[in-house]
Structure formats: structure tokens, C-alpha cells
């Protein structure tokens, strides 16, 4: 079973850090792969874009893709400098956040799926699902969802 791959899922939250400690634990404690992917939401067609100037949904579909993949790269730089850990990949995506990473870890055949979970109040519970929630449903292999109640030492798993 061990070691695997563990697909590790980052964005540039604070909530999500105790998900990164938990995957680079995992990783370093049974000597599994840690790959990483941060996935930007494909933005949606605007009903008058074609009226908006075209260099102007050029730089800003840039303006995204370079803040991504600053984001990848700052959590990749605190996973090998802050936690002392490795990682073996990373990867940038760009579309439905919970598809790229169910997608991603069936094309690199990760045994875990790792994604942080955020709180949700009880309306917002009732009327949208979370990214955790949604990539534990679309996802054919293993998902912990860890989210900031790791910091008093209880990580969920779901």
C-alpha cells in the first residue's frame, strides 16, 4: 500500500495550511510522493466580452495565470523551506476546481487525494457544497479532508 503518491491540493488560503502540514506528514511518514496542484477556476463567459477590448480579457486571463502560479509556487517553496519537505511535482490547472483534481490524481494514479476543508455556516451548508465536499464526490480514490481544526490536533477525515 505504502509508499503512494499523495495529490495534494493548495491555494492561497490560511485555512488550508494545516491540510499542507498534513500531507507533507503523510508524504514524509510512509515515504509516499507528494505532488501538488493549484487549480484556478475558469472564469465564465461574460455576456458583452466581445464588446469589452480584446487586450484587455488577454491581460486579465494572464493576470490570473500568473497569480496561480504564484500561489503553486509559494506553497511549494514553504512545503521544501518551512516543512521541510519534498515534493515530487507540481501542477497548474486551470477549469472546475474539483474535476482538475479528481482528473489530475487518476492521471498520476495517486492512492490520496488531500484538500482542505473550510467551515461553512449552516445556510451556506444547505445551499452549496465546498470544494472538499465536491472533489469527495466526484473522485474515485481515497479523500482526507483536513481542515483548521487540525490545529488543535484533530484533523477530520471524511
Known sequence: MFPMRILMAVDGFKET???????VESASGTGSE??????V?????LPYLHLAA????????????IKGLEVLDKQVRRIREDLGGTVAASYYREGKPDKQIAVLGEEIDAGLLIVGGLRQAPFE?????????NVLRRADRPVLIVDDRGSRGLPIAR
Open 17 to 23: 495550511s494545516w491540510a499542507v502540514r498534513a500531507a
Open 34 to 39: 507528494l505532488h501538488v496542484v493549484h487549480v
Open 41 to 45: 477556476p475558469a472564469v465564465p463567459e
Open 54 to 65: 480584446k487586450e484587455r480579457v488577454e491581460d486579465f486571463t494572464e493576470w490570473r495565470r
Open 125 to 133: 451548508r444547505i445551499f452549496a457544497a465546498n470544494l472538499a465536499e
